[in-house]
């Protein structure tokens, strides 16, 4: 019966085609709308992450903080459970550094006083040292006199987060829209296909066919639009994608420390699913009246 089934569903999607076709392309559209807004999202959270665990602070020095002041300062750290490395970076060395990582010219960072680039100790700390452990290292090196300020970069951290979260909160906004959208156009898709194949219907009804025998093409007809349309969305997605990622600059993605990266397989596995569940539902809400044909 499953056999019979598929085939006539294959049948029936062939002899329509026009029709499924321009149902399968308004919801790629559909998908590639929501898909982007979950791709955008995935390299957001992947930014927050690594900016989570960066493992690095920086502590910048006084300008009349003596040498030894310097020295007594990164010994201790150097002794702080946690901490793998302390780098002393000299206000000379910062601003040939800056001039390197901006790719600013030699003349305009030479330019520039030596003042205006501060010393400081880089520190780098395990990845698994926790935030309590690391707020209480940088509240203790706060007091010290010889200290001007402690960047542990979670400031950053934080506004990513909540920009994930307004992107979460969007996409759950617009998967809502998309699934509106698919429910409406399988649903009109099928109703008219069962216009057209009204004589069909009344034949097979009238020899005795079941609801369930007649409905079952339509409901897979409507599954195969609903994964067949999430299936172009993501290829679509994939090709952009891999168009975009071509043209980013090294330097920007050596910056903020994160490859570009595709959806995760659950996330595109799950559009499919999702595709092809919503479009079954729309198709069986389209036959709900077929019991009177």
Request: some cysteine; glycine content about 10%; aromatic content about 6%.
């Amino acid at each position: 019966m499953w056999d019979g089934t598929t085939r006539r569903a294959r049948r029936g999607m062939l002899r329509e085609w026009r029709l499924h076709t321009l149902s399968i392309f308004s919801l790629a559209v559909a998908f590639v709308c929501l898909g982007a807004a979950l791709l955008v999202v995935t390299n957001l959270k992947g930014i927050e992450e690594r900016w989570a665990h960066a493992g690095r602070v920086s502590v910048y020095l006084r300008d009349q903080a003596s040498q030894g002041e310097v020295d007594t300062v990164r010994a201790a750290l150097a002794k702080v459970p946690g901490v793998t490395t302390v780098r002393y970076v000299s206000s000379g060395q910062a601003r040939a550094e800056f001039g390197i990582q901006e790719g600013a010219a030699k003349a305009d960072v030479a330019g520039l006083p030596v003042e205006a680039f501060p010393a400081s100790l880089e520190i780098e700390v395990r990845p698994d040292m926790t935030d309590a452990e690391l707020s209480d290292m940088t509240g203790k090196l706060k007091m010290l006199p010889s200290v001007e300020d402690v960047e542990t970069y979670q400031a950053w951290t934080e506004r990513l987060s909540r920009l994930v979260r307004g992107g979460v909160a969007a996409s759950a906004l617009l998967a809502l829209v998309v699934f509106a959208s698919v429910l409406a156009v399988v649903g009109s898709t099928i109703r008219l296909a069962l216009q057209r194949r009204k004589t069909e219907v009344e034949v097979l009804k009238l020899v005795g066919a079941t609801d369930r025998f007649v409905k079952g093409p339509f409901l897979l007809e409507g599954s195969a639009q609903g994964a067949i349309g999430a299936i172009s969305a993501l290829a679509l997605l994939a090709v952009l994608f891999l168009v975009v990622r071509g043209r980013l600059d090294s330097e920007l993605v050596g910056l903020i420390g994160v490859e570009p990266s595709f959806l995760p397989w659950h996330v595109a596995l799950g559009m499919v699913v999702v595709g092809g569940f919503l479009g079954m539902t729309a198709a069986a809400l389209g036959l709900r009246r077929l019991v009177t044909v």
